[in-house]
């Protein structure tokens, strides 16, 4: 069982072949695919973690679709001074299928 933990936006995702994983927003080159910073990887019994040698480790990934996220609402209230303020945010995604690891 092959399988790496990579850097994905400000977290950090287990990924195997044929995961999908939505993550922040990510450019994708020109065919639609990316390559994820790998932190640890686990081949079998095997675990390495070291960066020189996950340098050398490739995790690529195709890019499915761009989405965004569900809406939350943020709001502030100061009583008695007639204070309240509302804003909405709608994050950008991007979800990711991981095509190897190599």
Same mark, same amino acid.
């Given at each position: 069982m092959v399988y790496?933990?990579?850097?994905?936006g400000g977290r950090q995702e287990k990924v195997e072949? *044929?995961?999908?994983? /939505?993550? &922040?927003?990510?450019?994708?080159?020109?065919d639609g695919n990316v390559e994820l910073a790998a932190v640890? +990887?686990?081949? *079998?019994?095997?675990? /390495?973690? &070291?960066?020189?040698?996950?340098?050398k480790i490739k995790v690529t990934a195709e890019?499915?679709?761009? +989405?965004r996220g569900p809406k939350i609402v943020i709001q502030k209230f100061k009583n008695k001074t007639g204070y309240k303020k509302r804003q909405g945010h709608r994050q950008e995604l991007t979800r990711v299928q991981v095509t190897g690891i190599v």
């Amino acid at each position: 069982m092959v399988y790496a933990v990579v850097r994905a936006g400000g977290r950090q995702e287990k990924v195997e072949v *044929g995961t999908i994983v /939505t993550m &922040d927003r990510i450019k994708a080159d020109k065919d639609g695919n990316v390559e994820l910073a790998a932190v640890l +990887l686990v081949d *079998g019994d095997k675990i /390495t973690s &070291d960066s020189t040698s996950l340098a050398k480790i490739k995790v690529t990934a195709e890019v499915l679709n761009d +989405l965004r996220g569900p809406k939350i609402v943020i709001q502030k209230f100061k009583n008695k001074t007639g204070y309240k303020k509302r804003q909405g945010h709608r994050q950008e995604l991007t979800r990711v299928q991981v095509t190897g690891i190599v």
